[in-house]
């Protein structure tokens, strides 16, 4: 018998299964162990299961070979975090249909609760590539997560500028992780997955094919705490993303662009439909409390750390390498540059000092 993972990736994979209707199953019937034991009649007993789609589930529960499933992502470096697990991320269990199951290339953290999504066109001016890289340089600075789709254009320029600031960005992907789309960004995925991660709700094989990418957007503002649209036409998917963000009560921003240029026409629009108007950062920050807070928060540590005579220069920088989610000195010393031995005598001096905590594990984290 399949363990509770297992029957959850298999559900996942029944085509007739939607996030909705995964979740009316589960409360239903209490485990996806038992979604699968159960007859047709039984599953007729849920709320919008008819008999054809009860005869759906029950032939192809049988048919889906889960075991291979998870060795193909093992094999390719993919971690299977279903919602029930405590590194689902939080704030995605807070939207309508969240998905059930995620595929993921890297790591989520707790610290990327405090994050942004930034999204536009595939066809980004110069203009949107100043802006783009403009904000996300000055966002990634202050700690904050970039989230975004991995398209051409705006995604791939708001990922690449977090990547060189060597801070954290999450890529969602509209198909499975063994494809890569567009192929010319397969390189970015592995430095994204560095320091990040890139996810997916398809299964390993899924094809990026077209009705896949609005659910792809409502995860990208489903784990974002405001949108930020650079650059958009009026068709542009950015919009999709952008009235997800409404629906899940999140804010929306948008970058003011040329009036001639056809790639300005949809950030004009929600300009006009009430989306914040902004130029720097700041106006993103100062927009959206929480960040404002964790900001403020980390530049006033970042102040006393700075004016504290008593410690030593490169102390003053390892501390900005530091944040409120517990990190492992291997890895502080792969991010920083120092051998481990020297790091150690550092990171004795944060503790004595006041401004770090050292946890079991070698692992450090920065004090309120």
Sequence with gaps: MPTELESWLILNQISVIGPVRFK???DFFGTAQKVLSVSAVDLMQVEGIERKIADTIVAERKKIDIQKEVRIADSNGVK????????????????????????????IKKSDAVSVAVVGTR?????????????????????????????????????????????????????????????????????IAVNGAVISEFNMHM????????????????????????????????LITAKYAVEQGKDVFAVPGNIFSKYSKGSHILLKQGAGLIETADDVIDGISVLKNF????????????????LSER?????????????????LSEKTKVP???????LLELVINGFISELPGKMYIRKE
């Excluded at 783009?132 to 600075?141: F, G, I, Y």
């Excluded at 995860?219 to 998917?237: C, Q, R």
């Excluded at 900001?295 to 008593?310: A, D, G, W, Y």
């Design 24 to 26: 009316k199953l589960l």
């Design 80 to 107: 299977i975090i279903a919602a029930f697990m405590d590194e689902y991320p939080e704030m995605l269990k807070t939207i309508y249909g969240y998905p059930p199951i995620l595929y993921v290339k890297g790591h």
């Design 123 to 191: 066809k980004i001016t110069s203009y949107g590539r100043i802006v783009c890289e403009h904000l996300v340089r000055d966002l990634s600075d202050e700690g904050i997560t970039i989230v975004s789709g991995l398209a051409r254009g705006v995604d791939m320029i708001a990922h690449k500028t977090a990547v060189e600031e060597k801070g954290r960005t999450i890529a969602v992907l509209g198909n499975g992780l063994m494809h890569h789309y567009p192929p010319e960004n397969r390189k970015l995925e592995d430095k």
């Design 207 to 238: 094809r990026p094919d077209k009705q896949n990418f609005p659910r792809r957007n409502r995860l990208i503002s489903g784990l974002s705490l405001g949108v930020i649209v650079v650059e958009a036409d009026e068709k542009s998917g950015s």
């Design 295 to 310: 900001v403020e928060r980390t530049r006033r540590n970042l102040k006393i750390v700075k004016e504290n005579k008593n």
């Design 315 to 331: 102390a003053k920088l390892i501390f900005e390498t530091i944040s409120f989610e517990p990190v492992h000195i291997d890895l």
């Design 340 to 346: 481990v031995e020297k790091l150690s005598a550092v």
